[in-house]
């Protein structure tokens, strides 16, 4: 005599799920980089065998096309060495406010260092060779014309028609 136990679906999917192992993700073979000046983001894509020299040459690229020569909002490069690309270094004090960066090494590889999707920040040079401050605009999540809408505490009866 064989006996069949009736299984609610949620007890059907939940005996599945216990079974199954999903297999771990691999790792992409290019990453999706962010570079920020200003008012610009420019997306670079690497191989994650490249160095931040090549990320670097590939930013070069990108600042010095005709698009980006014709704002005059940030300064204009010529090489490599007119900029740095920066990480934001969260602080974990909680007195000190604000956003720190970190150059990265030229010479160091991307695996390891950076992650896909991560953002950098350009840091210019000034005509003394000296690292500027980061700068950059964060855009408003509200559209330019649009107010925020009014706070509406707890609810009220509905008008009558």
Do not use: C
Request: aromatic fraction near 6%; charged fraction near 30%.
């Amino acid at each position: 005599m064989v006996v069949f136990r009736t299984l609610s679906p949620a007890q059907y999917l939940h005996s599945k799920s216990r079974n199954l192992k999903m297999p771990p993700r691999a790792a992409p073979k290019t990453y999706q980089i962010l570079a920020k000046t200003h008012q610009v983001t420019i997306f670079l894509t690497v191989p994650q065998s490249a160095t931040i020299a090549l990320l670097k040459e590939e930013a070069l690229s990108a600042l010095t096309s005709r698009v980006a020569t014709e704002d005059d909002s940030f300064p204009h490069v010529q090489s490599t060495s007119d900029f740095e690309l920066a990480r934001a270094v969260k602080e974990k004090e909680k007195s000190r406010s604000g956003v720190t960066y970190e150059t990265l090494d030229v010479d160091k590889a991307i695996r390891g260092l950076l992650t896909n999707w991560e953002v950098l920040y350009f840091q210019f040079r000034d005509e003394d060779g000296n690292l500027m401050p980061v700068e950059v605009s964060q855009p408003s999540l509200l559209d330019d014309e649009e107010e925020e809408p009014p706070v509406n505490k707890g609810k009220r009866k509905a008008l009558p028609e």
